[in-house]
């Protein structure tokens, strides 16, 4: 037993363990002082001049349960996006979609504010990892779509799936406790300034490009089957109205193609790069699988106990005419 808790230990990165302290470290200072909630987490009627709590907001949790499901999150998810996106774009990629989840969730409120004028609404403590997990779950769902995720051994979930399975689950709970501004707006914006940073600003050197142009990452992939023709038409004219597009590094400036303004890539580079990310994604799992094996002494194809924590299959292996560019 003891074995096993140390190999477990050593396969969490130490920025996911970083990030894991500072969750616990909020939920202590918060429990021992319980006024430090006033200008930790996300009070909108406080947010001036307490500006901090915009960013402050999304690493304090109030409840023992959430801080766990917190902690077992970010330690599992890190697992598989920090090895493909590296420590400084998994860094940096925590800290936008975390302030900007306060930020806009702000925004939110003080709208709610003028439409009601219930004065209660801009001292409702608002706080949570839950932004950065939905966007985490995003992580995932970029990084290797298709694979399955086993939950208590039973259960199995495509990983492109997960984000809408959260923002649903989060929806349904927080009707049922009247909780909607206290979780809904960290989730729903987590998952969205998550998937646009991905989508148009994450910067891919290895690819000399920015942001991810694959079909399979559109944003209408996080909503039912039947409504992707009118999500991509609405994206589309968005896309055009505000001028978002996928940006050309120098590498396929210089190869003469390009992408038109509304982000659509060519036929072709999104297969290609889908492809890429697949197999970082799948490098680093197997170096994962493989360190785990040395650990035990077991061999990398074998199954872990159940009580393991969620596992996450490796994804197929690509055909020759998918991978090529």
């Not at 589309?236 to 109205?241: A, E, H, V, Y």
Request: with cysteine; proline share 7%; hydrophobic share 45%.
């Amino acid at each position: 037993m003891e074995g096993s808790t140390s190999q477990l230990n050593f396969n969490f990165t130490r920025l996911s363990k970083a990030l894991a302290g500072v969750l616990c470290l909020g939920y202590v200072v918060q429990l021992v002082v319980p006024t430090a909630r006033h200008y930790l987490t996300l009070v909108p009627g406080r947010t001036i001049p307490c500006v901090w709590n915009v960013f402050t907001a999304g690493l304090v949790e109030t409840d023992i349960f959430r801080l766990i499901l917190s902690l077992v999150g970010v330690l599992m998810l890190a697992k598989i996006v920090e090895p493909v996106w590296g420590s400084k774009g998994f860094l940096l990629f925590t800290a936008v979609v975390n302030f900007w989840t306060g930020f806009s969730t702000f925004v939110l409120v003080y709208l709610l504010f003028t439409i009601d004028r219930k004065g209660d609404l801009l001292y409702t403590e608002i706080c949570g990892f839950q932004g950065v997990f939905a966007g985490l779950l995003v992580g995932l769902k970029q990084t290797m779509p298709e694979n399955d995720v086993t939950v208590m051994a039973y259960v199995k979930f495509r990983a492109k799936h997960l984000p809408a399975i959260f923002n649903l689950l989060t929806l349904t709970g927080a009707l049922l406790l009247g909780s909607f501004i206290k979780t809904v707006p960290f989730v729903v914006f987590g998952t969205y300034i998550s998937w646009f940073y991905l989508r148009f600003f994450q910067s891919k050197p290895e690819t000399s490009l920015q942001g991810d142009p694959s079909d399979e990452f559109r944003f209408a992939t996080f909503f039912p089957v039947a409504l992707h023709p009118v999500i991509d038409r609405i994206a589309g004219l968005c896309s055009q109205i505000f001028r978002v597009g996928l940006q050309q590094g120098p590498a396929r400036a210089d190869s003469g193609t390009s992408l038109p303004l509304n982000g659509a890539p060519l036929p072709g580079s999104d297969a290609a790069e889908a492809a890429r990310r697949r197999e970082r994604g799948a490098r680093a799992l197997e170096e994962r699988l493989g360190k785990k094996a040395t650990a035990s002494g077991q061999s990398p194809n074998r199954s872990p106990p159940l009580s393991q924590p969620p596992d996450i299959e490796a994804p197929a292996p690509q055909e020759a005419g998918e991978s090529a560019e």
